[in-house]
């Protein structure tokens, strides 16, 4: 009697438990290894620089407005797994600055502060060098005017097993 393709023989081991036994293993073993949240910053999906992310962190975007030629600065804090803009801050007002939606501002020692409430769930920018633009994370700045012009970057907040951390040297 002619045998169907791929048909395993009498006797053979099927191969599709075996595959079950692996995948089940494979994540049975993955549940056992703690993970934690790590801030991770990508130049065109590129890693190039990440750290523990705690609720609360402040994250700074500052750069030189491309119209105005005045300083701006944008705060968000990190909260769960997303960003909140919270303020921005800039000297002058003009076209292209951050306006919130309700409008309004303060003028608090010669800074206008615009006040937000706006969540994200990552941080995209696109660098022009001649802005100086840079990022204030964890303590450190991250100068970012060294990249071409159109350069994308995104901050993320990602899982990561505590083994995979140690062994990046990002945890100790």
């Not at 006797?11 to 056992?32: D, K, N, R, Y």
């Not at 990508?42 to 975007?61: K, M, Q, Y």
């Not at 030189?64 to 804090?77: D, Q």
Request: charged share 20%.
């Amino acid at each position: 009697m002619p045998r169907m393709a791929g048909a395993p023989r009498r006797g053979a081991p099927s191969f599709l438990p075996l595959l079950g036994l692996i995948t089940f293993a494979a994540l049975f073993v993955a549940t056992l290894y703690p993970s934690a949240r790590v801030l991770g910053l990508e130049v065109e999906n590129r890693l190039i620089w990440s750290t523990p992310a705690h609720c609360g962190d402040e994250i700074v975007f500052s750069h030189l407005h491309s119209v105005e030629n005045t300083p701006v600065k944008e705060f968000f804090s990190l909260e769960g797994d997303a960003f909140r803009l919270v303020r921005a801050e800039t000297r002058a007002l003009g076209a292209g600055l951050p306006v919130p939606p309700t409008g309004g501002f303060a003028l608090v020692g010669g800074t206008f502060v615009q006040d937000f409430d706006l969540r994200l769930p990552q941080l995209d920018f696109m660098l022009t060098p001649s802005t100086l633009p840079a990022l204030y994370l964890a303590g450190e700045r991250i100068d970012l005017s060294t990249y071409p012009v159109g350069t994308s970057l995104s901050v993320k907040i990602v899982r990561r097993p505590l083994l995979w951390l140690r062994l990046r040297r990002i945890l100790p």
